[in-house]
């Protein structure tokens, strides 16, 4: 049995019945008490948020997680089917699972998805992904001295905000997890 010193960010545990991801884990030492550790965990099911805290040397229970690299295939309902690039099985995956990061994803990409006993649990794209614009408005020769930025349509259809100096038919890279722009992407 595991204890709360082995547990990090990332960990699987089952707490209360449940497959919870730890998101957050600190260890306090309040002032003449007793240390403990405030954890902050989401429900792998219901995508709920739960704070709990753990004497320090509490049983925990961290569930077997194995994390695999897939190949997103295509999108085939409230599903998106990936493919094992070795086995080539291919697994329907639920669209939820990727949040809102699904929206930058592009068939032929890698994503990693979790699996507890062959039933996938948690599912992430990339950090960073090179996508086209396919619309944009012109942007203005000299106007680039400020910050201001104007709406992008990417090739999957997700909308982005861009420096006014991208232009259609240009690959710029993206930041999945807030949909940020970062760079024009070097090719």
């Known amino acids: 049995m595991a204890t709360t010193s082995d547990v990090s960010v990332g960990t699987f545990l089952r707490y209360n019945g449940e497959l919870v991801q730890v998101i957050e ?13 405030q954890g902050k965990m989401k429900n792998v099911r219901t995508g709920k ?15 077997r997680v194995e994390v695999r690299e897939l190949q997103y295939l295509y999108k085939d309902g409230d599903s998106l089917v990936c493919m094992d690039e070795e086995t ?8 939820h699972f990727f ?29 960073t992904v090179e996508l086209e614009v396919t619309y944009s408005e012109p942007g203005v020769k ?11 349509t990417l090739e999957t259809g997700a909308v982005v905000n861009v420096p006014l100096f991208v232009n259609i038919g240009e690959v710029i890279k993206i930041d999945t997890a807030t949909g940020a722009y970062l760079e024009r992407a070097k090719g």
């Open 142 to 152: 000299g106007d680039t001295a400020t910050n201001t930025l104007k709406p992008a």
């Open 25 to 37: 884990w600190q260890h306090r030492t309040p002032g003449n008490l007793r240390a403990f550790y």
């Open 49 to 63: 948020a739960v704070e709990n805290r753990f004497r320090s040397g509490e049983n925990v229970e961290i569930a």
């Open 88 to 95: 080539f099985e291919q697994t329907y995956i639920e669209e």
């Open 99 to 127: 949040g809102n990061t699904v929206q930058f994803l592009k068939e032929g990409m890698t994503v990693q998805v979790a699996f507890e006993s062959e039933m996938p649990v948690s599912a992430s794209a990339p950090a």
